[in-house]
Protein backbone atom coordinates (compact mmCIF):
# COMPACT_ATOMS: atom_id res chain seq x y z
CA UNK A 1 0.00 0.00 0.00
CA UNK A 2 1.29 3.81 -1.16
CA UNK A 3 1.74 5.65 2.45
CA UNK A 4 4.64 8.43 3.41
CA UNK A 5 4.60 8.77 7.48
CA UNK A 6 5.64 11.77 8.77
CA UNK A 7 7.17 12.25 12.49
CA UNK A 8 7.47 13.60 14.70
CA UNK A 9 3.36 14.62 14.45
CA UNK A 10 4.43 17.86 16.17
CA UNK A 11 7.39 19.90 17.71
CA UNK A 12 7.89 22.89 19.74
CA UNK A 13 11.37 24.17 19.15
CA UNK A 14 12.82 27.83 20.40
CA UNK A 15 13.67 30.34 17.86
CA UNK A 16 16.81 30.44 16.63
CA UNK A 17 17.15 26.35 17.05
CA UNK A 18 17.63 23.87 14.38
CA UNK A 19 15.39 20.56 14.04
CA UNK A 20 14.49 17.95 11.73
CA UNK A 21 11.48 16.37 10.34
CA UNK A 22 11.47 13.13 9.61
CA UNK A 23 9.55 11.53 6.11
CA UNK A 24 9.78 7.81 5.36
CA UNK A 25 7.87 6.25 2.42
CA UNK A 26 6.25 3.15 0.52
CA UNK A 27 4.72 4.55 -2.07
CA UNK A 28 5.95 2.60 -5.33
CA UNK A 29 7.15 3.22 -8.40
CA UNK A 30 9.12 6.62 -6.81
CA UNK A 31 9.28 9.43 -9.38
CA UNK A 32 10.16 12.12 -6.62
CA UNK A 33 9.58 13.68 -3.09
CA UNK A 34 8.39 17.17 -2.26
CA UNK A 35 8.36 19.18 0.69
CA UNK A 36 5.50 21.42 1.29
CA UNK A 37 5.13 24.25 4.02
CA UNK A 38 1.48 25.24 5.05
CA UNK A 39 0.92 28.05 7.31
CA UNK A 40 -2.56 27.76 9.37
CA UNK A 41 -5.26 29.15 6.96
CA UNK A 42 -3.40 28.66 4.11
CA UNK A 43 -2.79 26.59 1.06
CA UNK A 44 0.32 24.48 1.11
CA UNK A 45 3.62 26.29 -0.31
CA UNK A 46 6.37 23.99 -2.21
CA UNK A 47 9.73 24.00 -0.41
CA UNK A 48 11.66 21.40 -2.67
CA UNK A 49 11.00 18.73 -5.03
CA UNK A 50 13.93 15.92 -5.18
CA UNK A 51 14.38 13.25 -7.85
CA UNK A 52 15.61 9.92 -7.40
CA UNK A 53 19.32 10.70 -8.50
CA UNK A 54 19.13 13.78 -5.60
CA UNK A 55 19.90 13.06 -1.85
CA UNK A 56 20.24 16.94 -0.61
CA UNK A 57 19.01 19.64 -1.73
CA UNK A 58 18.76 23.39 -0.54
CA UNK A 59 16.47 26.39 0.27
CA UNK A 60 17.66 29.00 1.78
CA UNK A 61 17.54 27.76 5.89
CA UNK A 62 15.68 24.71 4.68
CA UNK A 63 17.36 21.78 3.62
CA UNK A 64 16.11 18.35 2.57
CA UNK A 65 17.56 15.30 2.11
CA UNK A 66 17.11 11.75 0.15
CA UNK A 67 17.78 8.68 1.10
CA UNK A 68 16.22 6.39 -2.33
CA UNK A 69 17.50 2.81 -0.56
CA UNK A 70 16.02 3.34 2.81
CA UNK A 71 13.07 5.20 1.23
CA UNK A 72 13.42 8.18 3.79
CA UNK A 73 13.51 12.02 4.12
CA UNK A 74 14.34 14.70 6.10
CA UNK A 75 13.88 18.20 6.06
CA UNK A 76 16.27 20.39 8.34
CA UNK A 77 15.51 23.98 9.07
CA UNK A 78 18.26 26.22 10.62
CA UNK A 79 18.35 28.72 12.76
CA UNK A 80 14.32 28.74 13.30
CA UNK A 81 12.48 32.21 12.94
CA UNK A 82 9.04 32.30 14.47
CA UNK A 83 7.83 32.64 10.58
CA UNK A 84 8.82 28.78 10.02
CA UNK A 85 5.60 28.51 12.27
CA UNK A 86 3.68 26.08 10.05
CA UNK A 87 3.07 22.31 9.31
CA UNK A 88 5.36 20.84 7.19
CA UNK A 89 3.91 18.45 4.38
CA UNK A 90 5.79 14.98 2.75
CA UNK A 91 4.62 14.79 -0.74
CA UNK A 92 5.89 11.56 -2.71
CA UNK A 93 4.67 11.22 -6.38
CA UNK A 94 4.20 7.71 -8.40
CA UNK A 95 4.66 9.45 -11.76
CA UNK A 96 1.96 12.20 -12.90
CA UNK A 97 0.51 15.11 -11.31
CA UNK A 98 -2.91 13.41 -9.88
CA UNK A 99 -0.09 10.65 -8.65
CA UNK A 100 1.03 12.46 -5.35
CA UNK A 101 0.98 10.70 -1.86
CA UNK A 102 0.75 12.88 0.91
CA UNK A 103 1.92 12.71 4.19
CA UNK A 104 -0.67 14.04 7.80
CA UNK A 105 2.69 16.77 8.31
CA UNK A 106 4.63 17.85 10.83
CA UNK A 107 3.46 20.77 13.20
CA UNK A 108 5.86 23.08 14.12
CA UNK A 109 6.01 25.94 16.12
CA UNK A 110 8.95 28.30 16.84
CA UNK A 111 8.25 30.51 20.39
CA UNK A 112 10.77 32.72 21.15
CA UNK B 1 -0.46 37.55 -11.01
CA UNK B 2 -3.38 36.35 -8.49
CA UNK B 3 -2.22 33.30 -8.61
CA UNK B 4 -4.70 30.72 -7.39
CA UNK B 5 -7.93 32.11 -6.13
CA UNK B 6 -10.97 30.22 -4.23
CA UNK B 7 -13.95 31.26 -3.06
CA UNK B 8 -15.60 31.57 -0.51
CA UNK B 9 -13.10 31.00 2.04
CA UNK B 10 -15.88 29.76 4.83
CA UNK B 11 -19.18 28.06 3.80
CA UNK B 12 -21.92 26.37 6.16
CA UNK B 13 -24.43 24.25 4.20
CA UNK B 14 -27.22 22.04 5.48
CA UNK B 15 -27.47 18.42 4.80
CA UNK B 16 -28.82 17.73 1.51
CA UNK B 17 -28.26 21.82 -0.32
CA UNK B 18 -25.99 22.52 -3.11
CA UNK B 19 -23.46 24.47 -4.01
CA UNK B 20 -20.02 25.47 -6.01
CA UNK B 21 -16.71 25.97 -4.76
CA UNK B 22 -14.64 28.47 -7.11
CA UNK B 23 -11.04 28.06 -8.00
CA UNK B 24 -9.82 30.18 -10.74
CA UNK B 25 -5.87 30.84 -11.66
CA UNK B 26 -4.37 33.33 -14.24
CA UNK B 27 -0.83 31.18 -14.80
CA UNK B 28 -2.44 29.59 -17.98
CA UNK B 29 -1.78 26.08 -16.43
CA UNK B 30 -3.19 23.66 -17.88
CA UNK B 31 -3.46 21.05 -14.83
CA UNK B 32 -6.07 21.92 -12.28
CA UNK B 33 -6.87 19.25 -9.14
CA UNK B 34 -9.31 19.58 -5.94
CA UNK B 35 -8.26 18.39 -2.42
CA UNK B 36 -9.63 17.72 0.37
CA UNK B 37 -8.03 17.94 3.76
CA UNK B 38 -9.34 16.31 6.51
CA UNK B 39 -7.79 16.34 10.39
CA UNK B 40 -5.32 13.78 10.69
CA UNK B 41 -5.21 12.26 6.72
CA UNK B 42 -3.22 13.52 3.85
CA UNK B 43 -4.96 15.78 1.31
CA UNK B 44 -6.81 13.30 -1.21
CA UNK B 45 -7.29 13.41 -4.49
CA UNK B 46 -10.73 14.18 -5.57
CA UNK B 47 -11.32 15.64 -8.77
CA UNK B 48 -8.75 16.87 -11.99
CA UNK B 49 -8.50 18.30 -15.33
CA UNK B 50 -5.51 18.23 -17.77
CA UNK B 51 -6.88 20.96 -19.98
CA UNK B 52 -10.49 22.81 -20.98
CA UNK B 53 -13.00 20.13 -22.01
CA UNK B 54 -11.25 16.85 -20.09
CA UNK B 55 -11.46 16.29 -16.17
CA UNK B 56 -11.42 13.05 -14.50
CA UNK B 57 -12.00 11.35 -11.15
CA UNK B 58 -9.34 11.22 -8.36
CA UNK B 59 -9.10 9.26 -5.06
CA UNK B 60 -12.36 10.29 -3.77
CA UNK B 61 -14.81 11.61 -6.38
CA UNK B 62 -18.01 10.60 -4.97
CA UNK B 63 -20.81 13.34 -4.09
CA UNK B 64 -18.74 15.76 -6.37
CA UNK B 65 -19.14 17.17 -10.07
CA UNK B 66 -16.22 19.19 -12.33
CA UNK B 67 -16.23 21.04 -15.38
CA UNK B 68 -13.41 22.51 -17.29
CA UNK B 69 -14.83 25.33 -20.07
CA UNK B 70 -11.85 27.43 -19.82
CA UNK B 71 -8.14 26.95 -18.80
CA UNK B 72 -8.63 29.64 -15.90
CA UNK B 73 -11.40 27.88 -14.21
CA UNK B 74 -12.57 25.18 -12.52
CA UNK B 75 -15.30 24.56 -9.92
CA UNK B 76 -16.27 22.45 -7.49
CA UNK B 77 -20.01 21.25 -7.53
CA UNK B 78 -21.38 19.66 -4.38
CA UNK B 79 -24.82 18.05 -5.48
CA UNK B 80 -26.20 17.20 -2.10
CA UNK B 81 -24.08 18.38 1.02
CA UNK B 82 -23.54 15.44 3.45
CA UNK B 83 -21.83 15.63 6.89
CA UNK B 84 -19.13 13.72 5.84
CA UNK B 85 -18.08 16.73 3.19
CA UNK B 86 -16.99 18.90 5.90
CA UNK B 87 -13.22 19.88 4.74
CA UNK B 88 -10.96 21.88 3.89
CA UNK B 89 -10.78 22.27 0.21
CA UNK B 90 -7.78 23.14 -2.12
CA UNK B 91 -7.61 23.81 -5.65
CA UNK B 92 -3.95 23.61 -6.99
CA UNK B 93 -2.64 24.11 -10.70
CA UNK B 94 0.27 23.10 -12.40
CA UNK B 95 1.68 23.86 -15.72
CA UNK B 96 1.28 20.61 -16.79
CA UNK B 97 0.45 16.60 -15.75
CA UNK B 98 4.02 15.61 -15.66
CA UNK B 99 5.74 14.17 -12.75
CA UNK B 100 8.05 17.32 -11.82
CA UNK B 101 5.93 19.79 -12.62
CA UNK B 102 5.56 22.28 -9.49
CA UNK B 103 2.08 21.95 -8.25
CA UNK B 104 0.67 25.36 -6.60
CA UNK B 105 -2.30 25.50 -4.25
CA UNK B 106 -5.15 28.09 -3.63
CA UNK B 107 -5.38 29.54 -0.03
CA UNK B 108 -8.96 27.44 0.50
CA UNK B 109 -12.11 26.81 0.92
CA UNK B 110 -13.52 26.12 4.75
CA UNK B 111 -17.01 24.48 4.42
CA UNK B 112 -18.86 23.29 7.17
CA UNK B 113 -22.07 20.85 6.42
CA UNK B 114 -24.77 20.82 9.19
Known amino acids: KNQVEQSPQSLIILEGKNCTLQCNYTVSPFSNLRWYKQDTGRGPVSLTIMTFSENTKSNGRYTATLDADTKQSSLHITASQLSDSASYICVVSAGGANNLFFGTGTRLTVIP | ?114
Open chain 2, 1 to 114: NAGVTQTPKFQVLKTGQSMTLQCAQDMNHEYMSWYRQDPGMGLRLIHYSVGAGITDQGEVPNGYNVSRSTTEDFPLRLLSAAPSQTSVYFCASSYGSGTYNEQFFGPGTRLTVL
